[in-house]
């Protein structure tokens, strides 16, 4: 059996440490690393230190018009990725992008205008659902029907600042965009997945800097009712995960359905004396059990690298992975305005 040539890659933005989660994942699945560019030297020569044999490019036009280029991956600064998605769009190449993908609801037209004028691929790297062995079997028992039509999802996205640790940008509002763009993405994407709602709206939003005056741009907590025709739900994002837990956040997601319901707790259970994560408990009409999800397949690098190939969307519709992004953008401009008022 042939098989199938391998979708070569490159990566423009390396700002955020994602960015070597995403290749490696796609790496994983069968795809070839080509090129890189970033302008700053630090992460030019940490990136080369990780994959020396993969060329760095002193100007990223090289990797846009290159025609041994399938696909662009970017971490770049929150604000500069939508640019290079676009760009790279474009220039006839599909585009993996760091979460948030954007940062304005401007720039969210400007890349969903992109994708449908070039018909690229568009994907964002939503990976506390991508990412999570007991998310991926969570969401295969809610689309068969373990606990009824879901009604609800009630998310949160913990995380631990470790501020001496972050780059400038991270403390610039206009360079993040916000905690409701950025981190709750993933929570957005998670309600959109589970609850299936083909019309929701944000009710109310609001974010704060309740304890770090040193940084007066950051938002260290945010969270958001929302409501659809079938589906409603809450979600809550911080930068307070305390220090004595042992992972960056204990991020978890209880889906409730007509049926039954599930816990999803993503990267730890603190009940348990390991640090493992990837725990699944599930309450239906016949039992109370809990599922241990490490051996589940993570099938989201194999399923975009096809629909590169094949042109489908296996790994992730479109319309989802924009309409997530919008919910985000639309509840942090909703939050920034309740403060102004």
């Known amino acids: 059996m042939t098989s199938p040539p391998p979708v070569r890659m490159a990566a423009i933005g390396l700002n955020h440490n994602h960015i070597y989660s995403m290749i490696g994942t796609l790496l994983g699945a069968g795809a070839e690393l080509r090129a890189a560019h970033a302008p700053e030297l630090d992460l030019q020569r940490r990136f080369s230190r ?40 474009q220039h006839g190449k599909d585009v993996f992008s760091d979460k948030g993908g954007m940062t304005t609801l401007t720039q969210w037209a400007d890349v969903q205008q992109a994708q449908v004028d070039t018909g690229r691929i568009y994907a964002i790297a939503y990976g506390e659902r991508l990412g999570s062995r007991a998310m991926v079997r969570a969401l295969e028992l809610a689309q068969a029907g373990a606990i009824g039509q879901v009604i609800h999802t009630l998310g949160t996205g913990p995380h631990s600042l470790r501020a001496e640790t972050r780059p ?116 239906d009409s016949q039992t109370t059990r809990y599922e241990d999800c490490r051996d589940v397949e993570l099938p989201f690098g194999r399923l975009l690298l096809n629909d590169i190939r094949h042109r489908t969307e296996t790994a992730m519709g479109q319309s989802h992975c924009l309409a997530a992004m919008r919910l985000a953008l639309e509840a942090q401009a909703m939050a920034e305005q309740s403060q102004d008022g």
């Open 50 to 89: 990780r994959f020396p044999a993969t060329q760095v490019c002193p100007d990223p036009q090289e990797i846009y018009e290159s025609e041994k280029i399938d696909l662009i991956l970017t971490a770049a600064i929150p604000s500069e990725r939508a640019g290079i998605a676009v760009r790279a769009m």
């Open 168 to 283: 400038d940008w991270f403390f610039r509002k206009r360079q993040y965009g916000g905690i409701l763009c950025d981190i709750a993405t993933h929570q957005f994407d998670l309600y959109l997945a589970f609850g299936q709602d083909p019309n929701p709206h944000i009710l109310a939003a609001q974010v704060a800097n309740r304890a770090h005056p040193e940084f007066p741009e950051l938002e260290d907590f945010g969270d958001v009712l929302i409501r659809g025709e079938t589906c409603s739900g809450y979600l809550r994002v911080d930068w307070f995960s305390p220090l004595g837990l042992p992972v960056w956040g204990d991020t978890r997601l209880i889906v409730l359905g007509t049926e039954g319901y599930m816990e999803v707790r993503t990267n730890i259970d603190v009940g348990r004396p390991d640090t493992r994560g990837d725990h699944l408990y599930v309450v």
